[in-house]
Every structure is written in C-alpha cells, then in structure tokens.
C-alpha cells in the first residue's frame, strides 16, 4: 500500500530519528526488563540446582539419633516424596572445622566437579578447592566415635546444594565457623542411630524454591511433621528405655551373678584358710608327738644303754673275777694260754713216748687235761672278755647312732616347728588378704550396684529425645542468596523505573515531533481523501517498526545479556557461577504491548489533535507558539543584567516548557545514573582504604598455640628477632549469634593494654572523635549496633558457642565498614567472661607480612595467622565484581545520556527550523546560531546536571542501602571527582551532540526554510 | 558605475538528472538610492535573482557587483558577513522570532551590526513606537511586516531586499507597508528592491526590472515614479 511506502521512505528520510526511536526503545526494555529478570533468574538458576541435586525440603535431627523406625513413619506422610537417613559428624581436619556426611543417593546429592564418586572405606569426596584428587585427608582420632577409619584418599571435588555460600555457618568444633564439608560412604560409620534424616517433599521438583508455592507445600509437610513429632519421640523414648532398662537389668543380673560367684570364691578361700589353720594345729601335734616320742625313745635308749651298761659292767667284774682266779690280767692271757698251750703240746709229746694207761701217762693225761681246761677257761675269759668288749663297742656305736638319730629327729622337730610358725604365719597373712579382697569385692559389688541403681535412676529419669526440625530456611546459603535476589530486585526497581521514564518521554517526544512535522502530510493525506485510519495505520506502522526492532534488541539484551552481567557481582560468594537465563514470556509480552499500546495511543492521540483540524490549515505550518514574558523579566535589575543573547536564551528555555521539562527530565535521570553508577564505586573503593588504611591498621593477628596467662619472653624474643614493630597480646574470639533470624560472625578482641591500641584500631566514634576503652564496657562497631539495635550506654547480650550468655555494656560506636567487631580490655573480658588468657598477638611488621608471618609459623609458637591483607583482598573480590554494576548503569547512562541529548537537540532544531534560518538570514554566522541554539541546551544540561546531582545522591543512597550486606557497611558517598566526571561525561556528550548539531545546523537551507508553505 | 551591477547572471539547479534554469543571463543595473521593483509571475525566477542578491544564494555563472565588490565569488563567510552587514531582508510571511517582542526583533539584527540605527528610533520611524513591547503573534500583519522592515532598517543597510512584502496582506496595510518603503528609500537614500508579481507595485519604483521565463524581459527607468498614495489595487 501506498501510505505503508510512505511509512518505509520516512525511515528512510530519517534514519537517525528512526535509530533513536530504536535505541530508546531497545535501551529501555533491555534495562527494565534485564534488571526485573536477574532476581529471578537468580531463582530460577538456584531452584534448578536445587532441583538437580535434590536439596532437602526438611533435615530432621533428633538428641537422640534417628531410627528405621522413625524413617518409617516419615515415609508414611501424605506429603513427603523421599525419605533419608544420614549420618554426619563433625571435626578438626589440619586445623579447619569440617562436617563430615556420609553420602545419600536421594536427597542432598553431591555435585562432583572433578574425580569420581568413592567406592570403598577408604575413599573420600572433599569441597572442591580444598583438597586435591589423590590427597590424604586424615582425620582427628576422637572421629573414630563414629567412624571406622580415619585416612581416606580424596577421589572426587564437590560441591553441595547445602553449601552454596562462601560462609557455611557455626560449627561445634575448630574456631567455631564452618570451614569445609567432606562424603564418605555410608558403611563407614559406625554409629548406632542415623544423626539426621533428609526429607523431600511431594512436589518438590514442580514448586520454584523460595516462591509461595514451595512455601505452601513445606508448611503442609512442616504441619504433618510436627504432628509426627511427639509420637516418634515418645516412641523413641520408650525404646530406648527398654533397652536402657534391659540393659539395668541385664548389668544387675551380671552382678547377682558375680556376686554369688565372687563369695563363693571368697567361700573357698575362707575354707581353705581353715583347713590350713587345721593342719597347722595338726602340725603341731604332730610336732608335739614326735618330741615326746623322741624324747621317749630318748629315755628308752638310755635306760637300755645303762642296763647293757651295767650287764656289760656286771659281766667284766664276773669276768675279772674269773681272771682274778687266774691271777691274771687280760693282758697276760694270751700269753698264758700259749703257754698252757706250749706245756700241753709239749705234755702230749711226752705223753707219746709214755704208754696209755700208764700213770705217767695218766698224771701227763691229767695234767695236760687240766692244762686244756686251763687254756680254755682263759680262752673262755678273753672269749667273754671279747663279748664284753664287743657289747660295749656295740653300745657305744648304738649311742652313737641314736645320738645321731636323736639329732637328726630333733632337727626334723625344729624345722617342722619351723614349718609351722612359717605356715601360722602366712595363714595369718591370707587371713588378712582375705580380709583385704574381700572389703575390696564388698566395695566393688557395692558400688556396681550404686552404678545400677544410678543407671536405673537415669533411666528413669531419662529426658525424652527431642526432635529439631530444620527446613531449608535455616541454611545460611539457601536464605542469603534469597536476600542476594531480592536486594537486585530492589535495584532493578529504582533503576528501571528511573530509566524507563526518561525513555517513554523521549520516545513520546520524537514521535509528537514527527507527527508535527508532518502535518502538512497529514492535511494532504486526509485532503486527498486518506481515511483517518489509514493514516493513523500508516504512523503506527512506522511505530511498531521502530518498536519491534527496538524490543526484539532490548529483550534480548535485557534477557541474555542484563542477568549475566549483573550477576557476576554475586557468583563469587556463591558457588554457582552460570546463571540460567530465560525469556520471560509474560513480561515480554506485557512489555512488547505495554510499548505498542503507548507508542500507538501517543502517536493516535497526535493525530487526533490534527485530524480535528481542517485539512487546509493542516497545510499551513502550525502557528508558531506565542512569545511570553517570563517571570525573570518582572525581577527588573536581574533582566536588565542580562545580555540581548541571554535573555532571547532565557525567553526560549520557558516558551517550550514541555520540551524543557523532557530536556530536564532527560538530562537529570542521566546525570543521576552516573553519578550513580560512579557514587557506587566511590562508596565501595574508598571502603578498604578507609577499614584498612585508617581503622584497622595491624597487619596480622597470629594466634598463640597455646593460652598464656601472661607475656612469654620466648614469644617476645621471637618477635624481637623477625621485624615485628608492634606487639598487642589480645584474646581473640569468633561469636555466632543470631539477630533477625540471620547469623552474624562477630570478633571480639580483648586488649591487655588498652593503651596502645591505637597503634593497631583507630577508635573513633562517628562525629570522628577518639573513643577509648575503659573497665566497664564495650566499643561496638557501628553496623553492629545497628543490626543489634544498640546505642551508647546500652546493655545487650551475646552468646558463645557454649550457649553461655554474657551481658555486655555499650561504652561507644566505632566507626567501622568491614565485619563485626567488639573490643573491650582485658579487665572487663575477664569480668564478663572469666578469667581467660591470652590466646593471640596483634602485630604490626616491618616488610613483607608473609615472609615475617611464614617464620613465625616455623617456630612452632603459633597455631594460625590471620593477615589483614588476606580479609581486604577478600572483600575487595566481592567489592570489585560490584564495578559490573557500575560499568552496567554508566554504560546504560551513557548510551542514554547520548540518545536523550540527541534526540531532544534535534528536535529543538527541527521545531525552529524557520527561526534559524532566520538568523542565517539576518547575517549571524553559524557559530552564532549554533550558540544562539546551544545556549539553552548548555543552560538546560547544567541545570540539568545539578538536579541530577542531587538525585544521584539520592539513588546512590538508596542503592548502597539496599546492596549492603550484613558484613559490610557501605559509606554511601560520592567523591568531589565523581560529580566531576558525571558533569564531564554529560557536558562532552553534549558538546559531542552539538559538534553534530552545528553540522545539521550548517546545512539548514535559508531558503527553502523560510519558504512559507512546503 | 551602477551601486549594483549584475552580469550574464545564471542560476541552474541540478535535481538529480533533471536540470532547471532558474535564472538565465540576466543582467541589468541597479543605481543607489533607487526604488527597484522585479516584476515577473510566480516561477519566473524573481526570487532567485533576490536570494542571489542577498547573499543566500550563490549563482551559476555570471557576476554580481554590489558596491564594487563581486558578491558572486564570495565564499560562505563572506556571503554572511555581506548579509549581515549590508543586506535587511523584508519577507512574505514576515519570519520575525515570536518569542521576542517587536522591539526584540529589531535588536536581534541591530545587535549584530557595525552601525545600527537605535531599534526604539526605528521601530518609531515604522510608527510602532506604542507596540514595541508586544509579540508578534499580538501584533497585526501589517504591524508584523513593518516590524520586519524596521529590523531590517536598524542593520542600516546597503541594500533593502523586499520579497513580496505585501503578499499576505490586504491592500489596505500593503499600501501602508509600500509607502514606508518609499519614503524610506526616497527620505535615506536606501537602494530598495522589492520583488512581487503585482504589476500595480511597478508604479512606484524607480526602475522596473521585469523577469518572465528566467529571463530579463524588460527593464523600465520611471522618471517619475507614483507616490504609494496615488496607487490603486
């Protein structure tokens, strides 16, 4: 069609029009609709995420473990999907508080990064930039309370769904924050009740974390769940009181048993104790007999010695008197009897040579017969006299013997006396051990039944487990990135809307200018006969192009480009770095007919206007707005002042008022976005040279490895010897408490010498006066206080991680922009605290911090550092990615600032087209109608600028505001240099759009502008 | 020699393969002090001659002789600071600035000049002494054209370039605006053209230069020239 042509050869005739229509439009819808996205794709990225490695709806902790049972009844409830049990247990792994999990398969899945899942006890997963693959990680002995081993090989770097947020929370051990979160098998642990169990809820994966609907179906879990609650608590109870109670009666039964036993032995011993006694009496006699007998046998012997004695003597006297008949001595026998011998030889010789019978014979017979019986009664005699002889040698051995045998029985006597002392002895003894063992086995039996009874007296006494439930709001990550979201939703708010004004305007701007302009179009469309419709078509056409163009740019931009950008602020303190983008359908259409529908209406509306007039003053150019007098010229001396220029200057700016008040609309929302943009920057850069350069001025805190109570001169020659300059000796401690259900880190550092710590903190409270610490209080640092609800003079109170409660007085307000501190003195710490020690140095150092810091680890004094540089090179990470922002809302600004300042120049020049050319007429050169056109532009950029000035203030305010986190206090400033380069920035880009201008100007025809009609 | 001298003046203008001639070897002789009055229909290139003589335009060949000096060979400065100071135009449709009152509009010309007239004593000479505070659009035509020739008197002028000075007003307050003209040219020796297609105008000019077809068709010397009053359209 005809009139759509048209459409086209006016895009053509003003291409540049027609691209700040597009770019207005593009910048608008990409700035509103990317920074409205970011929150929630930002949700989104982290519900999928959730969703992927199905974070738990509930974790379920019980003071008493967990069982199947209860697992059971969990899985019973109408509104779970999956039910598991874990175990978890805290420790110290080379110095950093770390949680070890064992692995679930269903819920709180493990994202592994790099390496593999563990297959066996010995293999471990560790966060991701811990540890790496192929390290030991050796755990603290005390770990065996739950575990089976204590080494394990890393195999996998992970992250966790649970832990997205560089801060994990407090923990029970180590410093008293979570450092790091470890996975090992499950098989690994050794404990007898699963310590939490993991649940999800029905619905989980369809419902979008964070937003009502998820909400609504973790209440109705959360309802059954409480419901539940005090059932498996009772059952849990009775449980394990009967197995408490069992094992009471089992262990008195055991003891009974032992008992019974014990004094049976003890029985026995009594028994042979007895029986001892008893052979000892025996022993004695026994003892007694065989004395009496030997001394019996004794007397016996003696008497038989006496009476063979006196036999023997009665014999020798018989015998000596025999002898005594003979005449003779025993001596002389022998020889008498060879004698007698010899004569009775010599007889029977004689006797031979004599006849028998003969007398001489007979006489020599009888002789030598009476010699025979001579020789043989003294042969009898020494025959006797041998006896005798041999009975007393015979009695003399047979005393001898029995004195002997008497010896060897008394000896016998004595050892066996001997024997029996010794056993009367050791009786004595055992009796006494036995005495002993068996006070000792009373005692025992007595106090084992104390225990028993002390054990069933805590059984019975037993408190009931106690379920806690923890949903996903009580992690740390899950809450604070909802808080991260939402504070870019609050940015996205004012910056948009700010934003989108100044664009709708400009856009409303150029397309009423257009539509003037062409009203002589217009008359000659409708004089032709054009029907209204078709000619308001023809202009929406031209609209809807510009429009769509612009949007499909913008949307795109604001969709893919917006979020990425914004979200790199915050992907360093979360562990999620790619943020999922998405079209928001809805909103883009709302948006795309939002746009078309003002964009049509504006440019129908202009036409109306026009169509209400009659063709053919259409044709005539619209009457030129009637000149005023403006309320400055009634201020007399003030007019008078002004030069002729000036005041033309002044009569323009207020006879297009609506242009103005575009231009100043324009120009201030530009000028208050960069300054913004810089106000931002100023107010987070100078942060760390303010916290570091001029509050916090020590270089180190090194933590003593053990606690002194007071200075040690091996720690102070260590430090003469390594380029310390100061010294402070402090108790450092990390509290966790919870203010507004969030949980805040709070250092509390105790002096010893509260003199010199203005060589380490400046105190100063915020008038910028020295604060100094007394006896009787506390400095809080400011954002502290605030988030407590504090002030000077106060009392509140705070917990340590031992749940014991101290109540602190508030002695001043520090100026302070980076964490949380309380500093006190030593005397007032031991007040409120106790007596406690020392248990870290606060140091300033000469040179290189970490070389000084690396030989003071090495003398083995120290169990950690903390360098000031490593906390400011920290938050200077997180300060730094706020400069996206920054870049984002200058780079927007600027883009703007170009676009507003062009669009409104030429649509100043365009509406006075005739009126320039006039003055080209007139002879002005083109300096002086580009002058003549600038003046009111620079007057109206300046102004403009100052407005703007104070705007930016503003919105840096409110943006810092809603940017700072619980850690950070920002200064909410903006340097004299910032406000210079926002007036540089708007004041070189309108210099830049009027060196464009002056050329448009340049070329403006006399002639054909002063021609009358078109 | 004539104040202005134009010779084998030609003005072409190319639109894309089509050319026109506006003006062909047009010459004629202008002394000062004298009433000129270009006469020709709508198209015939009387404007062209007139933009060439004001500086707003340049010609395609040919020479132009204004008070000796060649305005032809001027460059684009040179040609503004000829409008400025010795050029005062008087248009159709007035062109005065509506934000600036009438005396305001004088000063804006007079402002610029070496030698301007005081704007209040000129605005008085166009008899607007009463209405020198008022806007344009409070002001009449005819009240807005004697503006428009009074700002262009206070830049004292060489040269008074009238373009259809009476086209958009009636007879009654054409006269008015004519006789200024006259009396003006004839009371301060200002060398006046006026250009319009109404050939009654002719009757009070000095010399009439009459254009058809971009062409001089004829040039008249009136002795004796009528006085604006003894007219009659």
């Known amino acids: 069609m005809l009139i759509f042509k048209n459409s086209f050869k006016k895009i053509l005739k003003s291409l540049g029009r027609f691209f700040s229509l597009i770019f207005i439009i593009a910048l608008g819808s990409a700035f509103f609709s990317g920074l409205r996205e970011t929150s929630s794709d930002m949700i989104k990225t982290m519900d999928h995420y959730y969703d992927e490695y199905h974070l738990m709806d509930f974790r379920v902790v019980s003071t008493m473990g967990l069982t ?91 992250e966790s769904p649970m832990y997205i947020y560089n801060s994990k929370g407090i923990s029970t051990v180590g410093s008293g924050k979570l450092d790091t979160f470890m996975y090992i098998l499950k098989d690994n642990f050794t404990l007898e009740a699963y310590t939490e169990v993991y649940i999800l809820a029905k619905d989980n994966l369809t419902t979008t974390a964070y937003m009502d609907d998820y909400e609504n179906q973790v209440l109705l879990l959360n309802a059954e769940l409480q419901n539940l609650r005090p059932i498996r608590e009772t059952a849990r109870y009775e449980e394990l009181f009967e197995e408490a109670m069992n094992e009471v009666y089992k262990a008195q039964d055991e003891l009974n048993e032992e008992k019974s036993k014990g004094e049976k032995e003890f029985q026995d011993a009594w028994n042979e104790i007895l029986e001892n006694e008893k052979s000892i009496q025996n022993g004695w006699i026994e003892y007694n007999n065989g004395y009496a007998t030997l001394n019996e046998t004794k007397a016996n012997m003696e008497s038989t010695f006496a009476s063979t004695r006196s036999q023997l003597e009665a014999s020798e006297s018989a015998l000596s008197e025999s ?67 041999n009975g007393y040698a015979s009695l003399n051995d047979g005393i001898a013997t029995w004195n002997q045998e008497y010896q060897s029985g008394l000896n016998s006597l004595r050892s066996s006396y001997q024997q029996l002392v010794d056993a009367e002895a050791q009786l004595e003894n055992g009796k006494k051990e036995y005495e002993a063992n068996y006070q000792t086995f009373t005692t025992e039996i007595n106090d084992a039944l104390k225990e028993i009874d002390d054990a069933r007296e805590e059984v019975l006494n037993m408190e009931k487990p106690v379920w806690y439930l923890f949903d996903r709001e009580d992690n740390s990550g899950y809450t604070t990135f909802y808080d991260t979201a939402t504070k870019v939703d609050a940015i996205a708010t004012v910056f948009p809307v700010f934003f989108i004004i100044v664009a709708l305007l400009m856009c409303l701007n150029t397309m009423t200018r257009m539509i003037e302009e062409e009203r002589s179009e217009i008359g000659l469309f409708t004089s032709l006969g054009y029907s209204k419709g078709k000619i308001v078509a023809s202009y929406i056409f031209y609209v809807l192009i510009a429009s769509t163009i612009g949007l499909l740019l913008g949307l795109s931009i604001g969709y893919f480009v917006v979020p990425i950008i914004i979200y790199q602020v915050y992907s360093a303190s979360f562990t999620i770095s790619n943020l999922i983008t998405v079209l928001n359908v809805p909103v883009s259409l709302i948006i795309i007919f939002v746009c078309y529908f003002i964009m049509s209406f504006v440019t129908y509306l202009t036409l109306y206007r026009d169509f209400k007039i009659m063709p053919a003053n259409l044709l005539r150019p619209e009457a030129p707005k009637m000149g005023k007098r403006v309320f400055l010229e009634k201020i007399g001396f003030l007019w008078k002042w002004l030069s002729f220029t000036w005041k033309v200057t002044v009569r323009n700016l207020f006879r297009y008022k609506k242009r103005i008040i575009m231009t100043l609309i324009g120009i201030t929302g ?35 490895d053990e606690e002194l109570q007071e200075e040690s001169s091996e720690v102070n020659t260590l430090l003469a010897n390594n380029d310390i300059t100061e010294k402070g000796y402090i108790n450092m401690q990390n509290y966790t408490f919870e203010v507004n259900k969030k949980n805040l880190d709070i250092y509390v550092m105790a002096f010893e010498d509260a003199n010199n710590i203005e060589q380490f903190v400046h105190l100063k409270d915020l008038d910028g006066n020295p604060i100094s610490i007394t006896d009787n209080g506390v400095i809080l640092t400011q954002k502290t206080a605030e988030l407590l609800g504090v002030d000077v003079g106060d009392t509140f109170s705070i917990r340590n991680s031992e749940n014991s409660l101290f109540v602190l007085k508030v002695n001043g307000i520090t100026e302070n922009y980076v964490n949380h501190y309380i500093y006190m003195n030593m005397n007032y710490y031991n007040q409120i ?41 920290m938050f200077e990470d997180v300060i730094n990615s706020l400069n996206n922002i920054v870049f984002l809302v200058i780079g927007f600004s600027t883009f703007l600032a170009i676009t507003v300042l062009y669009n409104l120049t030429t649509i100043n020049i365009s509406e006075r087209t005739r009126e320039i050319a006039t003055l080209k007429v007139l002879g002005f050169h083109d300096r002086e109608v580009s002058s003549y056109v600038y003046r009111e532009t620079m007057l109206l950029t300046i102004v403009g600028i100052l407005v703007g000035f104070g705007f930016g203030v503003l919105l840096n305010y409110f943006v810092m505001t809603v940017a700072e986190t619980d850690e950070i206090l920002f200064l909410k400033i903006v340097d004299p240099i910032s406000y210079l380069y926002a007036f540089l920035i708007m004041v070189i880009f309108t210099v830049i759009v009027q060196v464009v201008t002056h050329f448009i100007l340049k070329i403006i025809n006399m002639i054909d502008s002063l021609k009358s009609v078109e | 020699m004539a104040f202005i001298e134009v010779k084998k003046l030609s003005k072409v203008y190319k639109m894309g393969e089509v050319t026109i001639k506006a003006v062909e ?100 000479q166009v008899g607007l002494k009463d209405r020198s505070n008022h806007f344009p659009a409070q002001l009449s035509g005819g009240e807005q054209q004697r503006v428009s020739i009074a700002r262009a008197l206070a830049k004292n002028p060489k040269l008074l370039l009238c373009d259809e000075p009476t086209g958009a007003l009636d007879s009654k307050t054409g006269r008015m605006v004519l006789e200024l003209l006259q009396d003006t040219c004839h009371k301060e020796h200002m060398t006046t053209i006026i250009i319009t297609h109404n050939a009654v105008i002719s009757e009070i000019a000095d010399k009439v230069i009459k254009i058809k077809n971009g062409q001089v068709s004829d040039i008249i010397s009136q002795k004796n020239p009528k006085l604006v009053k003894d007219i009659d359209w």
């Open chain 1, 68 to 158: 199947d049972d209860d697992v059971a009844s969990l899985q019973g409830l109408a509104n779970v999907s999956v039910v598991e049990p874990a175990y978890s247990f805290e420790t110290v792994v080379d110095g950093y508080a770390t949680k070890v999990y064992s692995i679930t398969d269903e819920v709180n899945q493990v994202h592994l990064i790099e390496g593999r899942m563990p297959e066996n006890a010995n293999e471990i997963l560790v966060e991701v930039g811990t540890y790496s693959l192929g390290d030991t990680v050796t755990f603290e002995s005390d770990s065996l309370d739950y575990i089976s081993n204590q080494s394990f090989t890393v195999v996998g770097l992970i």
């Open chain 1, 323 to 389: 002898l005594q008949s003979f005449n003779l001595t025993y001596e002389e026998i022998p020889n008498a009897i060879a004698t007698a011998n010899t004569q009775i030889a010599s007889l029977r010789a004689m006797l031979e040579g004599l006849e028998e019978g003969s007398e001489e014979y007979l006489a020599l017979s009888k002789q030598i017969t009476a010699l025979q019986s001579y020789s043989e009664g003294l042969s009898k005699i020494l025959e006797a006299k041998q006896e005798i002889d």
């Open chain 1, 670 to 704: 530009c000028t208050a976005l960069l300054l913004t943009g810089f106000g931002i920057q100023d107010s987070i850069s100078s942060l760390m040279d303010k916290q570091f350069g001029s509050i916090q001025v020590y270089d180190a805190v090194v933590m003593l």
């Open chain 1, 833 to 873: 605290m106790g007596e406690t020690s020392y248990n870290a140095l606060i140091l300033n150092m000469d040179g290189e911090a970490e070389d000084v810091g690396n030989h003071l680890m090495e003398s083995g004094l120290f169990s950690g550092i903390q360098y000031s540089s490593d906390t400011m090179e």
């Open chain 2, 25 to 124: 070897n047009i010459s004629f002789q202008i002394e000062e002090g004298e009433l000129v009055v270009v006469l020709g229909p709508s198209g015939a290139g009387k404007t062209t001659v007139l933009n060439i003589l004001g500086g707003m335009d340049t010609p395609t060949s040919g020479s132009v002789i204004v008070d000796g000096k060649n305005i032809a060979k001027f460059k684009k400065k040179e040609l503004t600071n000829y409008r400025r100071y010795d050029i005062g135009f008087v248009f159709q449709f007035y062109n005065l600035v509506g934000n600036l009152t009438a005396l305001e509009n004088v000063s804006l010309a007079s402002q610029i000049c070496k030698h301007p007239k005081d704007s209040m004593e000129v605005l008085r």
